[in-house]
């Protein structure tokens, strides 16, 4: 078990999300273990008007005052694809989710992120989804990119999920992308290499069925939904479990002595027959390489961190 007396300073996080399953969880952990002064949505799991909807049902469900505003309903450049091959076409297949009570804060997420930044000093730009709203927001607003502490993204990796060589997110909108891994300042980057170290197998699944309260019971069919889901698209004895990644772009801020990472240069490929969307990491050892724009998470110490989502859904479980 993971120790969580010792305190340590809460960072401020502006959360990007399209929820999704994992999303979701990305939700709790920051209500949880940050200073979550916004909820932003975009387009990517489901559409807008469907990740939007699962935002505010999280919110009514962990019982928390944050804003919420929706953002960009398609990519700058690309057709819109969603995830429901993943997440089902809710975007959060697999419970009956109660209706949201709480109203919609605004519909211009772009202008919520730009005025945050620039009002509200040492803000974590945390994105789990496609990164058009991040995008759109450091091409309209270039100050915003010395004001905040940084960008600390779910997406990319040596491999892909939505291609042999693209994540979702990034292939989502890899100009995006591009604009946001070339913004110049601190930037972490879960990719899938460390997400799929984080499973919800049917263990931790279990545990989260045991604790009481209308939050976990509904987080308990999500996350067997997910799972069975991901493991009917895997070869058998590949995964135990979904990988859960969007929570550790979360954790990586709140707990980052639970990661090892690497300083690289990662760029996004845009052109590519076959590449397009994929994080091209430059892992040479050679002096001429470009340098490091990205710590790129490598290890997660899984089973402590998983504790900690666990900890985080008993404490907001009513």
Partial sequence: ?????????????????????????????????????????????????????????????????????????????????????????????????????????????????????????????????????????????????????GVSLMGGGTFGNRTPMAEFNVWADPEAAAIVFGYGGPLLMAGLDVTHQFQSTPERIQQVAEIPGVLASVLAQLLGFFSDNYLSRHDVGALLGAAVHDPLAVFALTHPDLFTRTARHVAIELKGELTRGMTVIDQRHILERAAPNCDVLTTVDHGPTFDLLIDAIAHSSH
């Fill in 1 to 149: 078990m993971y120790d969580n007396t010792a305190p340590a300073p809460r960072p401020k996080i502006l959360l990007d999300c399209d929820p999704g399953h994992d999303d979701a969880m990305a939700i709790i952990a920051a209500a949880r273990y940050a200073d979550l002064v916004g909820i932003t949505t975009v387009a990517g799991n489901a559409p807008l008007e469907r990740t939007t909807y699962n935002a505010r049902v999280m919110r009514d469900l962990l019982e928390i005052e944050v804003p919420i505003h929706s953002g960009s309903p398609r990519p700058l450049v690309s057709e819109p694809h969603f995830g429901a091959f993943v997440h089902g076409e809710s975007g959060l297949d697999g419970a009956d989710l109660p209706e949201p009570i709480t109203a919609l804060d605004g519909t211009d997420a772009v202008s919520f992120i730009i005025d945050m930044c620039r009002s509200t000093d040492g803000v974590w730009l945390v994105p789990v989804g496609p990164l058009t709203n991040i995008a759109l927001a450091l091409r309209a607003a270039p100050d915003i990119s010395t004001r905040i502490a």
